[in-house]
Every structure is written in structure tokens, then in C-alpha cells.
């Protein structure tokens, strides 16, 4: 069998002047070589400098306020990475490699002395044949170069000044040169981000398996096409191909005899047939069973070497541009745009994704957008993906603007997308290709008119590897793209910029590929983040005015990125600020008011005033998901893992089963239904009087909604005329009285209403409270404290509205096991706590 070393302790790593390998030799040639200057420090691996030398005490957090600043030497040295290993006797002799698979970015790799290999590009992995140069004592070492000495030098086309940015010569993450995701002015991580193995293998290995799946017309089989590579050849060599069910049963075998002509390296394709294979739905749908496909080489009988891989059967369809049929059922996608889980390294958190995969199935999300400006995903994710049911809308990494075009440029591209498309394509939550973010439409923003250059990487060459390698997929061009232009919402998908742009027709769009606002996170967060006195600096009134240069006080920009000011929500809608709390309150009510309304006008899909025909709106992703620096922007999911007001109310706007009030010239009631199964029940409608604490008005009808469909089922006509004080409400019950959907809303802006003191009773039931109000309750608060923490608290739903007679029951999640749990509406003094123990 072949055997696999981990290299991934005993390393250690030091600092120099740039430097290449030309005069880098005699460093290299054996251990006292290296030893020569003092200040190398001890680690392990995966992990890139910056996170070493924090972790060693000699920087500063760099998520500090100011700290990142205070980093910046770090990339403008070279670092050498290096270690030592044994390799036994009886291994020297075979055939063997070195795996490095993530490598960030430039760098010169030698073993005892020899440099093996010059590597030049994060997203794709090295593996480098070292036969015959093993010694029982050997000496790794891994020269990552600055990347501002090379591009000092590097050759920069004058034409290309002002259009592509000099970071671009290098195929590495954009991020790590700007500002966008909240580090300023820059962090630039750089070192070893995945693992390091040494491989030797036993006389025959697998060297690629491709595997393509597909169901066949009726869905009677499945049929599973492996396209194996591999290299030796020994008498009695055998490949042989064995599919299990998701119980684990053998439901296809076949073997093949390896030819002896084939010893230098050999090519079988192979096709079996699945029986009446289980269908893989997305979340929401249905199941999601995985088949398991082992692909082995075998010498009578022992096995040698083996790949396997999980498939799951699932047949897709785009019936026009980004409207997907899943084994007959039309989807819609609900999701979110993802950034990189940690802006001081590029090494996977395989517990963080988990925790971010968690929080977005709690937000009824059915997909994710992996971002072109993010990191390249591990395996794990889409696994991880494929047993949840997550469909993802997969980038190449590219973002916003031009990239150069010469041949070699062109050709590190192609060879990542060849390696993506490989490894990824028999996942069966991925859904489509694109070919980068926002790389066509900044550059109408940024340079109108002016000639794109690159364009070929996306419109040629992701094409024709998507084409060729993984043909049944769709490969979108790039995110946004398609109609009049890159943007255009009546056409392809559109990024919601309609904050600092009018856009024609977004209202009804085909795709919200974005939809972002700006707001800072939770209280706790933000002083976190800032500290007091920034965060509210004493001088600071609270109101905007005409000489007001932001909308938020001056300190704020230092943790804002992107113009975060000209991004923001609707604050024009809630009371003014006179503290930090109501300043907080203000900007994340907005930011979920405006994401509530955007969402569920999607969700409905067409206007009151003409509710027949389809739902133009395929689909919606808000962003950003998550972040990776402590920032004033746009995502769900803050620096700390914490979830805030928009993150909830794209959750109540996701529900599979909506019930949506548009408020215009008159009141209209929808309900909209992505579930797997068509909803029928009764409707009932009410007119709340927050100032007499009763119902004025009431009316009940029936209501059928099939599945996949969004229904006008009345307006609120019936009422007449009544105070714009008045809180409208409605709820949904199946024939056994089980709730199915709720809402409640307001027909003035908040900041004319005046709520009344809500009194919150509380149960705490295990790992579930039980909520009711004496009377209409704005924002309910949920919190928890244990020995004073109180980050890392997790509710099921949380920052909602509860009227009187209503019963909530909302589980507990997150990371705590006992504490005191507080509920408090926004607008009341009244607290009520209780105790915890899960």
C-alpha cells in the first residue's frame, strides 16, 4: 500500500532579507548551514507567518485597531520554512514524492541541498518526484519570496498602469493586498497553509480518477463513468471499481486486468450501472444519499493504492439563465455570498466552516456562493456540503476589474481551473461554475469604455476547461454577467448596488448574486472592536447634518472598508441616535428592515398589481456572510462568529413557508411556498391596536399554495381605513392547528410609532425557551451571560416581534451549557432572566 508520511510538526521557520535562489545554495546545503544566525522559531504546519509569530508573542494581534499597520514588514521579507525527517533504508530505493498542497506564494523548494522546484501560484497544489534522492537523514527546506520584492522587479506593461493592479502579476489572493475585508491598509499572509507528505509508493499508484455520474431517462439507473490513470505494472496487477450504497451494500463491482505493456503508466476507462439509484435532493427536498465509489489497484489480491470518492445521484437542469430543475422540481436558491473564514491565514478551519454551514442552514439557506475573492476551499467543505444538501455556486479567483492576459498569465489560470474542476465535479452539491466576481462589471464601473483585457481567461479558457472536464455543468462567465450590461438585472444575475446607483429593473431581478448594506455589528461586537471611547467619541451628538461627512461618527471609518458609508440602510426610517446603544439599534433595524423587504419582495417574485405568471426572481444571496477582519460592513456573521439583527431577518425571510404583507397604495397579503410539498390551511388576518392592547379587526380564509409557487391570497381592503399606529398581523394553521407561518408589520416608518413598555414572560424548558408578551413587543432581545461571557450564545431565532397571545418557542443553540438568559424588548425597560443548564 502506498505509504503516506505526514511533515506536518518539527518545523520551524526564520526571517531574511529578499533573496532568490540563485545565491541561496549554500544556505541550503545541510543543516549547519541554516544554523548559522540564531531567531528561528519552532512550529507546526499547516500555519503561515503571520499566525506563527502572533502565536509566539512577536506581533500584535493584528485584528487589533491600528495593529495591521504595524505588520506590514512582515511580507517584505522572505521566510524560510524547514524541517527534518528519516526516511528508512528499504524506502530510499522506490519511488516517492514530496506533496506540498498549499503553498502561499512564491517560493523555492530544496531538498538536501538540491532545489527541486520553483512553485508560483496558492491555488494549486506541488508534487515533486524524488526518487533516488532520499537519504536516511534529510533536510526540507521551503523559501517563501516576498511578494513586493518581485513585484519591484517584475515586468509591468506600461499599458496596463491604472487598469490592472501590480498584485496581479502573482496568482495570489487579491485580499491580500487591499483593504476590502477590513485590514488597513493591508495584510499580506504568505507561508505554508495545508499540508506537507512524503509519499512512497508500492509498485503501482493511482495518479488521477476522474469519476462523472449521471441518471439515466426514467431514473430506473445511474450510471458512474471512472476515467482512471495510474503508473507501474507488476504480474498479477488488477484495477478494480466497487460502488456501495449509502448502507454500505455493494451495488456494482467490476475489475480489470492491467496490461504489461501499460508499465510505464496506464489509462482504463470504466462504466458501471447503479439500480434504481436513491435520489440526492438539495436541503429542504428530500434526502441526501451518498454513493461510495472505490477505485483500487490491487497485486493478487493486496491492495496497493486507492481512491474513493462519494457521489450522489441528482439530475440537473438550467430551463432558462440560472432557473434550475433538480430531478424534475424546480429550485430556487436562498443563500449567501462567503468570505474567507480568517484574515490572518489562509489555512482551513475545517470547526469554523462547520460552525458558518450550521448557522446557515439555521437561516433556511439552501446554497452558498463561494466568492472569487475568497480562499480556495477544502475538500471537507464540499463533503460536508454534499451531506447537508448545499447547493454552491462555484468561483474561480478572480475579482473586480481587469487581469493580465499574456500566455504564461493565461495559462497558471487554466491550469488552477483544471485542478478545480478535477477535484470538485463529483460533488453533488456543486451546482455551476463561474468564472470570478465582479471582474467584467468593475471595470465597466471603474473605466467605462475602456478595452477589457483579460477577458479571454473567462470568455476561453474557463469555458473550454468547464467544457471539456465536467461538460453536463453550467459555467457562468462571471458574477454579474449578461443583457445590456454586466449589471443588468433583467438579464444574468445582478450585484445590488442600488444604494449608489440606479439601476433599471431592479425590482424584479432574474438573480441577486449580492445584496449588501452597510451596519456595524452587535453592542458587544463593536466595543469589542473599537473600545468605548471610539466607538462613541464624547463629543459626538448623533445627528446627520449637511456638513456631516459620514453618517456615523468619524471613528467609525477606521473599521469600515469599501465606502461603507455610502452603503448604508434606510436609518432614515428609526429614531435618531443620542448613544452608542440606539446608534447600534438604529443601523442593524435598517439593515434588517431593508434586507426583509428586499428578500421577500424576491420571494413573491412579481408585483401585487399583476400577481400572475412566474416568479421572475431565481434566486438570492445576500452578502457578506461572514468576516474576516473586525469591519463595519455588510455580513450576517461578524469577526467573532456572532450573528446580529440582518442575519435573522434574512432567516425569517428564507422561511420555506412566507407569509409577506406588501404595503403600497393599498395592503396586499402573499404566501409563498419553496417547500417540498404543497401548503393548504387557514389564513387568519388581524388589525392590532398597540395603545388599547387589543385586536380591532379580524378575517380568516382559506388557503392552498402548491409547492414552488408565491400567491396573492388577499388584501386587507376589508378593514378600510384605520390608524397608521396599528400593527398588521397574520398567521397560518394546517387542519390540526399546527402553525406553518407567521408575520407582522408596520404600515408607518418606526420612527413615528411609539411602542408600548413590553413585559416579557420566559420559560426556560431544557434547551428551549417559551416566550409570550402582555403586549406588542418590537425587537425582543435574547441574550446570555455565564461568569461574564457572553459571546458564543447562539438562539434560534432571536431581535423579533411577539404579540400579546402568542406563544414562541425558540431553541437554544451555540457553545454554552448553563448561564443566566435575558429577554428584553428594544423599546421597554423591563428585563426577564433566567437560569440556564442545558
Not at 59 to 64: G, N, Q, T, Y
Not at 218 to 234: I, M, P
Not at 673 to 688: C, H, I, M, R, W
Amino acid at each position: 500500500m502506498k505509504l503516506i508520511t505526514e511533515l506536518n510538526d518539527l518545523w520551524k521557520i526564520k526571517q531574511f532579507a529578499p533573496f532568490d535562489h540563485s545565491n541561496a545554495d549554500s544556505l541550503n546545503k545541510s543543516e549547519e548551514g541554516l544554523e548559522g544566525e540564531s531567531g528561528w522559531i519552532k512550529t507546526n504546519i499547516p500555519a503561515q507567518v503571520h499566525e506563527i509569530l502572533l502565536k509566539e508573542g512577536l506581533i500584535e494581534d493584528p485584528a487589533l485597531l491600528g495593529k495591521t499597520q504595524e505588520c506590514l514588514w512582515v511580507a517584505e521579507h522572505d521566510w524560510i520554512y524547514k524541517r527534518t525527517f528519516s526516511c528508512p533504508k528499504q524506502q530510499q530505493d522506490k519511488k516517492a514524492y514530496l506533496h506540498f498542497k498549499g503553498l502561499d506564494t512564491l517560493v523555492d523548494i530544496y531538498l538536501n541541498g538540491k532545489h527541486l522546484a520553483y512553485h508560483n501560484d496558492m491555488y494549486v497544489p506541488v508534487r515533486l518526484e524524488v526518487t533516488g534522492q532520499l537519504e536516511e537523514e534529510n533536510v526540507l527546506v521551503v523559501h517563501i519570496h516576498s511578494p513586493f520584492a518581485y513585484i519591484k522587479q517584475a515586468d509591468y506593461p506600461k499599458e496596463w498602469t491604472g487598469k490592472i493592479r501590480p498584485s496581479r502579476l502573482i496568482r495570489k489572493n487579491d485580499q491580500d493586498f487591499n483593504d476590502y475585508l477590513g485590514a488597513k491598509p493591508y495584510l499580506t499572509r504568505m507561508g505554508i497553509y495545508d499540508t506537507v507528505s512524503l509519499e512512497v509508493i508500492d509498485e503501482l499508484e493511482i495518479v488521477d480518477n476522474d469519476i462523472s455520474f449521471r441518471l439515466l431517462e426514467g431514473y430506473g439507473q445511474g450510471l458512474v463513468t471512472a476515467k482512471v490513470s495510474g503508473e507501474g505494472f507488476v504480474e498479477g496487477s488488477t484495477l478494480q471499481f466497487t460502488i456501495k450504497s449509502p448502507d454500505q451494500q455493494i451495488v456494482a463491482q467490476l475489475s480489470k486486468p492491467i496490461r504489461s505493456e501499460d508499465a510505464e503508466s496506464w489509462n482504463y476507462t470504466c462504466e458501471l450501472t447503479v439500480p434504481q439509484p436513491l435520489l440526492w435532493w438539495p436541503r429542504g427536498y428530500g434526502e441526501q444519499p451518498l454513493y461510495e465509489v472505490n477505485v483500487s489497484v490491487l497485486v493478487n489480491g493486496e491492495v496497493k493504492d486507492q481512491d474513493v470518492k462519494r457521489i450522489g445521484f441528482r439530475d440537473v437542469k438550467m430551463v432558462q439563465p440560472l432557473d434550475f430543475v433538480i430531478n424534475q422540481k424546480q429550485i430556487k436558491l436562498w443563500g449567501a455570498q462567503s468570505a474567507p473564514m480568517q484574515g490572518i491565514t489562509h489555512c482551513w478551519n475545517n470547526e469554523k466552516s462547520n460552525q458558518l454551514l450550521d448557522l446557515l442552514e439555521n437561516a433556511n439557506m439552501n446554497s452558498q456562493r463561494v466568492w472569487g475573492g475568497a480562499d480556495r476551499y477544502d475538500d471537507a467543505f464540499y463533503e460536508e456540503a454534499d451531506r447537508r444538501g448545499i447547493l454552491i455556486w462555484q468561483e474561480f479567483f478572480h475579482d473586480y476589474g481587469m487581469y493580465p492576459d499574456t500566455q504564461q498569465y493565461r495559462q497558471l489560470c487554466k491550469k488552477e481551473a483544471e485542478y478545480q474542476v478535477k477535484r470538485l465535479k463529483h460533488h453533488p452539491s456543486l451546482l455551476f461554475w463561474c468564472g470570478g466576481n465582479e471582474c467584467f462589471m468593475g471595470a465597466e464601473f471603474e473605466l467605462p469604455g475602456v478595452p477589457y483585457i483579460g477577458g479571454e481567461i473567462f470568455l476561453e479558457d474557463y469555458k473550454s476547461v468547464c467544457e471539456t472536464l465536467d461538460p453536463d455543468r453550467y459555467y457562468h462567465i462571471n458574477s454579474p454577467y449578461g443583457g445590456a450590461y454586466c449589471n443588468d438585472p433583467l438579464a444574468g444575475d445582478t450585484h445590488s448596488y442600488t444604494n449608489t446607483w440606479y439601476v433599471p429593473g431592479a425590482d424584479y431581478p432574474i438573480m441577486i448574486a449580492e445584496e449588501i448594506r452597510t451596519s456595524p455589528p452587535s453592542l458587544k461586537s463593536f466595543i469589542r472592536y473599537m473600545g468605548e471611547e471610539r466607538a462613541w467619541p464624547a463629543d459626538y451628538s448623533g445627528q446627520i447634518t449637511k456638513s456631516s461627512k459620514y453618517p456615523w461618527p468619524d471613528t467609525w471609518t477606521e473599521r469600515t472598508s469599501a465606502f461603507g458609508w455610502r452603503k448604508i440602510p434606510p436609518i432614515e426610517l428609526f429614531y435618531d441616535a443620542d448613544d452608542l446603544p440606539s446608534a447600534i439599534y438604529k443601523f442593524g433595524a435598517a439593515h434588517a428592515h431593508y434586507l426583509r423587504k428586499v428578500l421577500e419582495n424576491n420571494r413573491r417574485g412579481k408585483p401585487s398589481e399583476s400577481p400572475d405568471g412566474e416568479r421572475i426572481c431565481k434566486g438570492h444571496f445576500v452578502c457578506r456572510w461572514n468576516d474576516s477582519w473586525p469591519v463595519i460592513y455588510g455580513s450576517m456573521i461578524d469577526y467573532h462568529m456572532e450573528p446580529f439583527m440582518p442575519y435573522y431577518a434574512v432567516k425569517r425571510a428564507y422561511e420555506p413557508v412566507l407569509l409577506s404583507f406588501d404595503v403600497q397604495n393599498f395592503i396586499y397579503l402573499w404566501a409563498v411556498n419553496d417547500s417540498a410539498q404543497d401548503v393548504e390551511g387557514t389564513l387568519y388576518v388581524k388589525l392590532f391596536n398597540p395603545k388599547t392592547n387589543v385586536f380591532e379587526q379580524e378575517f380568516e380564509t382559506s388557503v392552498q399554495v402548491r409547492s414552488g409557487t408565491s400567491s396573492l391570497i388577499t388584501n386587507l381592503n376589508e378593514f378600510k381605513q384605520f390608524s397608521r399606529e396599528y400593527i398588521i398581523y397574520a398567521y397560518l394553521l394546517d387542519a390540526r392547528g399546527e402553525l406553518l407561518a407567521r408575520t407582522n408589520d408596520l404600515v408607518d416608518i418606526e420612527r413615528h410609532m411609539h411602542f408600548p413598555e413590553a413585559k416579557i414572560t420566559m420559560e426556560i424548558n431544557g434547551g428551549q425557551l417559551v416566550l409570550s408578551t402582555d403586549q406588542f413587543a418590537r425587537c425582543i432581545e435574547l441574550s446570555g451571560n455565564h461568569e461574564g461571557n457572553v459571546f458564543g450564545w447562539l438562539f434560534e431565532d432571536n431581535y423579533f416581534d411577539l404579540l400579546p397571545g402568542e406563544v414562541k418557542k425558540v431553541n437554544i443553540l451555540g457553545k454554552h451549557t448553563k448561564g443566566t438568559i435575558t429577554a428584553k424588548a428594544y423599546y421597554s425597560p423591563h428585563l426577564t432572566e433566567g437560569g440556564f443548564t442545558r
